[in-house]
């Protein structure tokens, strides 16, 4: 299985990441709306929030309506199924699930094209077999 890694020293904050995360879920060019985060802290290497793909993820196990499954190693939510009760965010440990408009979202390696990594001109995000 195919995961990404965060090189935290490798990061500039650019935001490059979070800008083509957003444009390729919503065609959007914002920040605010990715699935990943990077967040840069004063004098602090920047840290990354993003889902893990857990090999027993606690966001499934928390889900109630079983909005969330795993296909190919990836954590997927349903939308027709999740009501946006927000236990799957509580429980991950990452951090890495967020609430928009009543759903969960979650990063799902853009189906396997990890466009992230793509745009990340320092190499800062990387994709590595798991």
């Known amino acids: 299985m195919r995961a990404l890694m965060f090189n935290p020293a490798e990061c500039t904050g650019c935001m490059s990441c979070q800008l083509i995360c957003s444009f390729n879920r ?9 699935v990943l985060r990077v967040a840069v802290r004063e004098l602090d290497e920047p840290s990354m929030t993003y889902c893990r793909h857990c090999k027993e993820p606690a966001c499934i196990e928390a889900c109630s309506f079983d909005a969330m499954t795993i296909e190919d190693g990836v954590v997927i939510v349903n939308n027709e199924k999740c009501t946006g009760c927000g236990l799957c965010a509580e429980s991950c440990p990452y951090g890495a699930i967020f609430i928009e408009n009543s759903i969960a979202v979650k990063c799902d390696q853009c189906k396997g094209l990890f466009n992230c990594t793509k745009v990340c001109t320092t190499g800062a995000i990387s994709v590595i077999e798991k």
């Open 26 to 34: 919503l065609k959007l060019y914002n920040p605010e709306k990715a």
